[in-house]
């Protein structure tokens, strides 16, 4: 079927991963909405290897798929960036490579930002699925939910860490655009920046319930089966300050950053206050123990075996006249 009334531009960033290629391709053809285009933006990896994965489905994506090769490799960020340029569709959702969804994740989101025209976007209840590989293929070893708390999304609860995954996102194009992209400067937490600055400008929408996405983790895996926050586990933290600082250093430029102070202060000192507090129950739990411990071991010695035939042969010493 050609594309010429697609509405969702799926976006698929790869490099050297075929066989989670082919996965993400047999994942998006089993969607029950047709209405999309998908952008697979090769970053990095061999052109033609490339092509050889997507030959066997080029009847099935025939007039579907864009395949966008840049001379340079992009980053996660510019990749997305690159890959959702080469369309114009109302919707737009990141399928990294080695990620799923349930056959009705594109019909359920589209229809839902249709009859919720206020929202930049709408997140799905997600399942973490844990695999390991299994010969030349992966087999899941195991699930977790993951979600934002009370299945509701709030920028209060996004400022801690990221709630949810790119995978489990479809969100306007206009919102895309209207929030400054995504921001190729950052190499790890990129997803999370956009997710703060979409979630700053408008409503964000969360469907709860039975998971529509499911973000592989591999806990184990090396090189280009890695997942990148553990692979690049160091790069994340430091991305994650480096986005902190940002907005540290936007909010002072526009309020001059008396409430930061105050409240880094009053943090500082309910921390100090709370940690004396602290250290002074588990002094006074220290000093009940040892009392309860030496009495305790007072009445063992008391009621022990040689104790007691110790006392009762006094006792009867005592008593012969």
Do not use: C
């Not at 990620?99 to 994740?105: L, Y």
């Not at 400054?180 to 956009?194: E, K, L, M, N």
């Not at 994650?240 to 102070?261: A, C, P, Q, S």
């Amino acid at each position: 079927m050609a594309d010429t009334h697609a509405r969702v531009t799926v976006a698929v960033r790869t490099m050297n991963r075929p066989g989670f290629l082919r996965r993400a391709l047999e994942d998006v053809l089993a969607q029950d909405y047709e209405a999309w285009h998908m952008v697979v933006l090769n970053d990095g990896d061999d052109i033609a290897g490339v092509k050889e994965t997507l030959s066997p489905y080029e009847e099935r994506l025939a007039g579907r798929i864009t395949l966008v090769d840049p001379a340079e490799r992009q980053g996660r960020q510019g990749a997305g960036n690159r890959a959702v340029e080469v369309r114009d569709d109302e919707y737009v959702v990141l399928h990294d490579d080695d990620d799923t969804w349930a056959p009705t994740f594109l019909s359920t989101t589209v229809a839902h930002l249709d009859e919720h025209p206020d929202a930049l976007g709408v997140a799905t209840a997600t399942d973490i699925i844990y695999e390991e590989r299994d010969g030349d293929g992966y087999r899941e070893t195991g699930r977790a939910p993951f979600g934002p708390p009370r299945d509701v999304v709030t920028l209060f609860d996004l400022l801690l860490i990221n709630r949810w995954v790119p995978i489990a996102f479809l969100f306007r194009r206009s919102a895309w655009e209207q929030v400054g992209r995504f921001d190729p400067s950052i190499v790890a937490t990129g997803d999370w920046d956009f997710n703060i600055r979409l979630a700053t400008a408008g409503q964000i929408d969360y469907l709860p319930g039975e998971p529509l996405a499911f973000w592989h983790q591999r806990l184990r895996a090396e090189g280009a089966d890695a997942n990148s926050m553990f692979a690049e586990a160091d790069s994340h933290y430091l991305f994650d300050r480096i986005v902190r600082d940002r907005k540290i250093r936007e909010h002072l430029e526009r309020t001059g950053g008396g409430d930061l102070l105050y409240l880094s202060k009053y943090i500082d000192e309910r921390a100090h206050q709370t940690e004396h507090e602290l250290r002074t129950r588990i002094d006074n739990l220290e000093h009940e123990l040892a009392r309860r411990t030496d009495h305790l071991e007072a009445q063992i010695r008391y009621y022990s075996l040689g104790e007691t035939i110790s006392r009762n042969l006094k006792k009867l010493f005592r008593r012969r006249p």
